[in-house]
């Protein structure tokens, strides 16, 4: 059974780029929320998609948008980078049918803008 | 919105003692309370986590209390043992659509031998 992927595992861009992160959910799991973790610090969650909608979305400004796929799979755009987008990147899916459902993370990319 | 706070953000213990990581919420309403465990540069997993209509879990050496009333919610791991070693996040789950976590700020636990 395949857990949760993201591609690729780091990524380096310059201030002023764009970047598109990569996440494929656990099979059979139909929700995709993206999270963003800083250095030192907790996930914040950034958005959710189900049915190929955003359902959900963090404190995070519009140059952070999203995509779901017909197959559940999940992008995220950073458009306009800046230094404090530099993070590790985590994807989770999850059961929208499924009360309390667990959330299971992927390895996560990390991305170092300079 | 929700608020978690977590404390303390770095704990030391030797093995065999008990570690201790309380976090506290904001929204009320809130109902699913998990905590993860994160691995040097591994992905966060889940430990134990807590419905809002519990007051305790156990499994094996973790335990997880939940207190409704204070809005505060405690990892408890017995017999520390040195692969313990990590960062602990708690989380909750506010009431409402979707499964946005909000995430603590994370304890890194250390485990002497």
């Known amino acids: 059974d395949a857990g949760v992927t993201q591609s690729p595992t780091h990524l380096i861009k310059t201030r002023g780029q764009q970047v598109t992160l990569r996440c494929s959910p656990k099979s059979g799991h139909d929700t995709v929320s993206w999270y963003q973790q800083a250095l030192g610090q907790g996930p914040q969650f950034i958005f959710q998609y189900y049915e190929e909608e955003e359902r959900q979305r963090g404190n995070f400004p519009d140059r952070f948008s999203g995509h779901q796929f017909p197959n559940y799979s999940s992008e995220l755009n950073v458009n306009a980078l800046l230094l404090g987008d530099s993070a590790l990147y985590l994807c989770a899916s999850s059961l929208a049918m499924v009360p309390y459902n667990e959330q299971f993370f992927g390895p996560g990319t990390r991305l170092t803008v300079l | 919105g929700e608020n978690v706070e977590q404390h303390p953000s770095t704990l030391s213990v030797q093995e065999g003692d008990s570690a201790v990581i309380k976090c506290t919420y904001s929204?009320?309403?809130?109902?699913?309370f998990p905590w993860y465990k994160q691995e040097l540069g591994k992905r966060p997993q889940l430990i134990i986590d807590?419905?809002?209509?519990?007051g305790e879990k156990k499994d094996q050496r973790i335990a997880v209390t939940l207190n409704k009333t204070a809005k505060h919610f405690s990892l408890h791991i017995t017999e520390t043992q040195p692969e313990d070693s990590a960062v602990y996040f708690c989380a909750a789950l506010p009431r409402r659509a979707g499964t946005a976590l909000i995430f603590g700020k994370g304890t890194t636990l250390s485990v002497s031998s």
């Open positions: 807590i419905r809002s209509n519990v």
């Open positions: 929204d009320s309403a809130s109902n699913y």
